[in-house]
């Protein structure tokens, strides 16, 4: 009876020496700060409004960021990580939103609007400037047409005020 | 009996608006002055009336009378005299009245200039003014009354004006105490600053109007409000600027702007203000895009509103806040109703605001101008569809998103990038016709002197070619800049046998806006060396150090001595550690991050230990990572190169706009008649 329990106690002992080597030899060194930052940086707090996640102060994303290094330690890359984010507290954790259905139009809208704001200031300019340069190019240098002359004299009168 | 007084005037001042706005209908209508006249005296008396309301709610907020919900919700007892008065503006109902009471004196003064010439705009100023301020006091008087008192009632405790039947008066013996974050004396001045930015911008609105309403369309409603206009720039500048050192000395991130809504409400009305007080010096000098101007100013003023509807209603946090907070629609539809009233009105006289000049070159200043505006309302594009959009999709789709820098930044850096360029090149143009010529030899001197700027950050390390090409357009903007500048200066010299200070003064002082303009630039181009020194170059890391273990950054190591922890009288438990900074072997001294605990509001706040020079920033953080102890304790430590310049930058430009703005003597610019046929302009388009 007593020698068995010696056995299972060496039988443990053993056991447990064995598997600290077996932890030794695959060693998993703890992800620094740093590493943790560099992930939690493109991360917003899923409770806050618009605090990154590397930032945040407060408890729970203390514990976040506890769960990143734990997932970094398990394996997971950054992007399986955020990916793990985004499934448990939707897409606000990030820091842009996904590119996909509805989201597609913050992207593409500027854009078109820009565009369009672009294309109608060529627009103006243009049209601003078609009958000075019609003008122009039939005048030539040593001839001045009437509606040149016309202008000549407003802008003198615009200056004697 | 202070609250009732203050209660009181609040209504008081309401039925005088709402008197004035009657008033200046009516004289309107019947073409009468002594109404008008009637009206003015109305809005005279605003200003008086509201300090009167302010004066009481910090009477109360002194004297911690806790029975009202606002005191209450703003201050606490622990709380120092300043941060009390403060506390005014450091919460929504305060705020409000803050708001209005600014937007009075605003009005008020603009009331009281001459009017002899423009005689016709005074009433619709008045009523412009008038029915924003009337706005602004009802929701003061029905929504967020700041005299509301706390009542126990059977079924519990209620926040009411006046006491409910069978209630009982409630006084808490403490209040809640201002939020932490605003518990930095960046408050005395960041929200002033950034409000009197925004009720500013009321006063060139309501010119607008006026001169839309009478048909005054030329350019006399712009050369009124011009230097108000340049005043409004300046606080919204300020208020932005300061408000991006708060967060870099309080909020612990190592940044000073982070692409929040909150941000960007109040960059927005900066955008369409900056790129308007540009655009309308085309109307002065050519008589051009007076619809453009128009609409920029109308713009301006609807995101004003804007601006405070975003940071007031609570619609950020979450669209459903907005439906249950009251005055969100009231926002809505005083924002909606105002823009469509002013766009029908800018309708209604389109073709009165038609060009008087002609444009004779796409290289000349006005089309430049017309460039910078676009890139202006690129930015802005960006800006409003990014804060829009969470709230489209949480409306939509039930799902919150956030568009947060990356977004900003790709969208809005090639913009921004086009804008230094183009303050390199546009002042250097002429009005009327530049060609490719002409503008190129105005040119080529301080562009091949901004070349050197390749090698040398080439030199110093640089390697990115981002960050080497905006090196070299803020090395081309500032040496054109500086060119036109001493170019000037010295033929001033010459001419007139000044010293070269005194001409560089005189100079300054014969052209105001000119030369205040240039220096402003000068200063919106050092600010871009410090946004692209920390925007590129910032470094981080992050450790957790026993006493006298170091971290190393950037060249920099920085040694944990000791952390003491203490209580101050003021509410809070600072843990304050002291660290050794070291360049190489050099010791450069003790730097002091800290993490102040407020036991009422039961927050930390994290604040940086900074050494800082024209160089770089040193910024060590106490992180409340893991539980700080006296043995050991988490550091973050960031590297912020050439970050100082971003406020040196602010301030040479506030002193540009000093210069810009200071009255003078001079008569109102004269137009540059541009004879078309000195020079045949070239196609450059």
Known sequence: ?161 | MVAHIGLGFLVFVFLVSVYGIIASIVGLRKQAFAWVESARLAMLLTFPLITVVVASLLILLLTNRYEYSFVYGVTSRSMPLYLKITALWGGQAGSLIFWSWLLAAFTTAVTLRKWDRDREFLPWVILTGLVTLTFFLSLSIFFENPFNRFWGTPTGEVEALFQPAGSIPLIPQDGRGLNPLLRHPGMIIHPPMLYLGFVSFVVPFAFAIAALVTGRTDDRWIRITRRWTLVAWLFLTMGLVLGARWAYDVLGWGGYWGWDPVEIAAFMPWLTGTAFLHSVMIQEKRGMFKRWNMILIIVTYALVIFGTFLTRSGVLSSVHAFAQSAIGPMFFVFIGITFIVSLSLLLYRWADLSDEGVLYSLLSRESLFLLNNLLFMGILIVCFSGVIFPLVSELLTGQKVTVGPPFYERATGPLFAGLLLLMGIAPLSAWGHSTVKTLGKALWKPALVSVLAFPLVIWLGVRNGWAILAFWLVAFTSSVTLYEYGRAVIARAKRTGETLWVSLWRLAQKNRRRYGGYTIHLGIVLMALGVVGIEMFQTETQATLRSGESIQLAGYTVTFRQLDEFNLPDGRNVARATMDVYRGNRYLGELHPRRDYYWDANQPMTIPGTRSTMEDDLYVLLVDWQPISSQGATFKVFHNPLVNWMWFGALVLILGTLIAAWPDRDPEPRRVAVPSTISVPERVF
């Open chain 1, 1 to 161: 009876m007593r020698r068995a329990h010696l056995w299972i106690f060496l039988g443990l002992v053993i056991l447990a020496v064995f598997a600290q080597v077996g932890y030794a030899q695959t060693p998993v060194p703890t992800p620094s700060d740093d590493e943790v930052n560099r992930i939690a940086k493109q991360l917003y707090c899923p409770v806050c409004e618009n605090v990154p996640l590397d930032v945040c102060p407060t408890q729970a994303c203390n514990e976040w960021r506890e769960l990143i290094r734990q997932k970094l330690i398990e394996g997971l890359t950054e992007e399986q990580i955020k990916e793990y984010f985004v499934l448990h507290y939707g897409d606000r954790v990030l820091a842009e939103p996904p590119r996909r259905g509805l989201n597609w139009v913050v992207y593409i809208l500027p854009v078109v609007v820009f565009l369009i704001a672009v294309i109608v200031t060529v627009r103006v300019l243009r049209s601003m400037r078609k009958p000075v340069s019609a003008s122009i190019v039939s005048s030539s240098s040593a001839e001045i047409d009437e509606e040149e002359l016309k202008r000549i004299e407003e802008a003198l009168k615009q200056e004697r005020e």
